[in-house]
């Protein structure tokens, strides 16, 4: 039976488009993946292409995928805390933090962004997973006066060396000296926004907040012509650049299977606040024991991958499976094969040597240093 080379996959209304989807057609995206029942878009030129305008100038991103969980009331902070393992006591108004959502049994659930708007106002920037459906579940046997709701919020991101520039030239000297992690509320000629200084790509960055879904073209446009000049292009979120900076995707880095300490954060883990969370037990069991995996990073040899792996990649160590790799791409900026894995402790120092069943045959693997190129975001 014959296989077609480019099968047509229908997704009908069920899949949302983001308030700037008609924008990402019209300035020629190529290609789209499906994230948080929303169409996510990848590239325009190339992926390599957009890599290069990300690390050389500055980037617009449609990231409307990153859905909000809007958390009210007067129990808002409370309920919010209970969500997460990271202490918020010091989190204050117009501060953003990465936060874990956990499990009873201590597995991840979303590594979001939390926003703190006001005393009992939070949002939840989410990574590839239905947090909302969690936490109205949460909130319906937790006791407290909770509002959860998707408000009418739509993300862009900015990034790149250039991006502060194009922010000043859209909004001036004191938003483009955000400190990292922190958000301003505006109205941009009556557009309501916030703009926070994160990003996902190692970068210079700002993200970018729409709070009404009508002015998405307008707002889009605003930011493309005020970039004109240091020559700003729409891009997608850049899967070599994340890897090359040792961020991690949910879904594909991280998943309910896992739980922080694998992951060598720990700091996002406060076990000794007095404050009660989903996963409190679990996780100080698992933190007494010691995981028994860990993330580390691999650089793989032989030619230049042609694309990102689709498909998790067995670890092995003289045959026997020790791990996998779970994000593995080629790095034209470093000029080598780099990639995430997961494996068991006894197998994850440094310099140790593996196998790797990639989908062109084996390749060697060496663990090497996180991140392969330092992230920038902070500078």
Not at 253 to 258: A, F, H, K, P
């Amino acid at each position: 039976m014959q296989t077609h080379s480019s099968p047509l996959i229908g997704f009908g209304s069920r899949v949302r488009p983001s308030a700037y989807f008609d924008a990402t057609r019209r300035y020629g995206c190529k290609a789209y993946s499906v994230y948080n029942h929303m169409y996510m878009p990848l590239y325009y030129e190339s992926p390599e292409a957009d890599y290069w305008r990300l690390v050389n100038d500055v980037t617009l991103w449609d990231v409307g995928v990153e859905r909000q969980v809007e958390i009210t009331g007067p129990d808002a902070a409370r309920f919010t805390q209970y969500l997460t393992p990271r202490n918020l006591s010091k989190c204050v108004v117009g501060q953003c933090k990465y936060v874990f959502i956990t499990s009873e049994q201590g597995g991840i659930i979303n590594d979001p962004v939390l926003l703190r708007l006001d005393d009992n106002h939070f949002w939840l920037s989410l990574a590839d997973s239905d947090v909302l459906l969690w936490a109205k579940g949460v909130a319906v046997h937790s006791g407290m006066d909770v509002q959860i709701e998707e408000p009418d919020v739509h993300p862009l991101q900015l990034q790149g060396p250039q991006a502060p520039r194009v922010i000043q030239a859209l909004l001036g000297d004191e938003i483009a000296a955000l400190r990292y992690f922190w958000f301003r509320e505006l109205d941009l000629d009556g557009i309501p926004i916030v703009v926070s200084r994160t990003g996902w790509s190692g970068e210079r960055g700002y993200e970018i907040y729409l709070r009404d879904s009508q002015y998405g073209d307008r707002l889009w446009e605003r930011i493309m012509e005020a970039g004109k000049q240091f020559n700003i292009a729409p891009a997608g979120t850049s899967a070599i650049r994340r890897i090359e900076a040792g961020m991690l995707s949910y879904g594909t880095d991280i998943t309910i299977e896992n739980n922080p300490f694998e992951l060598g954060m720990e700091r996002l883990v406060d076990l000794e606040q007095e404050a009660d969370f989903i996963g409190k037990e679990a996780l100080t069991e698992i933190k007494t024991r010691g995981p028994h995996r860990k993330l580390v990073g691999m650089q793989l040899d032989g030619e230049p991958l042609e694309a990102p792996n689709l498909r998790h990649w067995p670890v092995k160590n003289k045959d026997h499976r020790v791990g996998h790799v779970s994000s593995c791409v080629y790095s034209p900026g470093l000029q080598r094969n780099i990639g995430l894995a997961m494996v068991v402790v006894e197998f994850a120092a440094l310099g140790s040597t593996f196998t790797v069943d990639a989908i062109d045959g084996v390749r060697s693997a060496e663990i090497v240093p996180l991140p392969f190129a330092q992230p920038k975001q902070t500078s």
